[in-house]
């Protein structure tokens, strides 16, 4: 099989999936990452003969992502802040919205030495941007599943960042530490919106990592402010990622537990997405 055969193939097989320029992205990508093709080699090599494994590899990527596995799953890692993360089922798909948290505290951050803390980490995108962005930061980070840890480790190795990675509960309260900074990306999608989430999202990701009950939605929040609160040193900053439909009550929640200067802020698709606050 020579390459202009497999993109037919993929072609034919994505095409009614995705928009027409989302199947290109995904071909794209299988061709750097499975057939190591960058683009200006599938360009310029479109008679270049395949290993023998390509059809059946070209076959059994059509068929998961027909069943709407996620393409980062099937080939073992996304794009992050610029960086390429290794992600299974353990761990969320590091989302664009994110890259714009990291980019917020990077933007409002520029001293140097600063002690970073991660709740729920994951896949440690944000930690390890964040080690790799700020000058001589000490970045910690934790997260309930092992498996996660597992996963956001390989990826601080790899990227050749020194995050110190502990295994915690964020609903548990920690010991108090001292901190400039805290960020989180906990769990914020209540139950009864699962429904309305593509099958990619809801049959593949890590439910651990992205639901809330409907009658708690804050659950989270509830932990990290008060900890937060105890942990930050005067004048360090809390960071959070929120569901579109809480920013009044979250605000509510970080100035009853005393922070200061809380601001609720919209991505960049214009919807509620973060909240930020200071310890006075
Ligand atoms: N933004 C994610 C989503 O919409 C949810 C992330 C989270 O729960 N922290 O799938």
């Given amino acids: 099989m020579i390459l202009k055969e497999a993109i037919e193939q993929l072609r034919a097989g994505l095409t009614g999936l995705a928009e027409p320029q989302e199947v290109q992205a995904m071909i794209r990508i299988i061709c750097e990452d499975v057939f190591n093709y960058d683009p200006v080699d ?141 960020v989180s990306n906990p769990p914020y999608v209540c139950w009864s919106e699962r429904e309305t989430m593509e099958s990619n999202v809801k049959d593949y990701e890590p439910g651990q990592a992205l639901f809330v009950p409907d009658n708690d939605p804050l659950l989270f929040y509830k932990s990290i402010a008060p900890y937060a609160m105890q942990s930050l040193e005067p004048g360090g900053r809390l960071y959070l990622e929120i569901n579109q439909r809480f920013g009044n009550e979250v605000k509510r929640l970080l100035e009853g537990c005393g922070l200061d200067e809380v601001r609720i802020i919209d991505d960049s698709y214009g919807k509620v997405r973060f909240a930020a606050a200071t310890k006075p």
């Fill in 42 to 182: 599938v360009a310029l090599r479109q008679e270049s003969e395949l290993p023998d494994f390509a059809p059946e590899r070209i076959a059994d990527i059509i068929e998961r992502l027909r069943r709407h596995e996620p393409l980062q799953y099937i080939v073992g890692h996304a794009l992050f802040h610029g960086h390429k993360f290794k992600v299974n089922p353990s761990v969320l798909i590091p989302r664009p919205e994110t890259e714009q948290l990291v980019d917020l505290i990077i933007d409002e951050n520029p001293a140097s030495d600063l002690h970073v803390l991660d709740m729920g980490t994951g896949s440690g995108c944000i930690a390890i941007s964040l080690a790799r962005a700020l000058k001589f930061a000490q970045v910690d980070a934790l997260d309930v599943s092992r498996d996660a840890l597992v996963v956001a480790r390989e990826n601080a190795a790899a990227l050749k960042v020194k995050v110190r990675f502990f295994e915690s509960d964020m609903l548990a309260p920690q010991p108090a530490a001292r901190y400039d900074i805290i």
